[in-house]
Nanobody, 116 residues
Framework: QVQVVESGGGLVQPGGSLRLSCVAF????????MGWYRQAPGKQRELVAH???????NYADSVKGRFTISRDNALNTVYLQMNSLKPEDTAVYYC??????????WGQGTQVTVSS
């Protein structure tokens, strides 16, 4: 069984940077892809960035050019480097894993607040 744990959230000023980390514990050999999603108050959860085991990535239009997702398969870890942060990036950020059998698991989320 896979357990997903995020870290790295916090408070940052507009224009600042943060790096989120997500570690998958357990049967991580079964993971095909990992992704970052976010949910702001009163809004639906949305995809931020996604990366497959082969390294293919995709991003939400709102974060292209500012956020970078990367993955260390040996450490079963995915990172989200967030630069040029804006107040509208404020949300709870969730990491998920997608297994080859189709199962999806979620972390508990980490709060990112962009405010002066």
């Amino acid at each position: 069984q896979v357990q997903v744990v995020e870290s790295g959230g916090g408070l940052v000023q507009p224009g600042g940077s943060l790096r989120l980390s997500c570690v998958a514990f357990g049967s991580a050999w079964n993971i095909h892809a990992m992704g970052w999603y976010r949910q702001a108050p009163g809004k639906q959860r949305e995809l931020v960035a996604h990366i497959t085991s082969g390294g293919s990535t995709n991003y939400a239009d709102s974060v292209k050019g500012r956020f970078t997702i990367s993955r260390d398969n040996a450490l079963n870890t995915v990172y989200l480097q967030m630069n040029s942060l804006k107040p509208e990036d404020t949300a709870v950020y969730y990491c998920n894993t997608e297994e080859y059998n189709g199962r999806v698991r979620w972390g508990q989320g980490t709060q990112v607040t962009v405010s002066s």
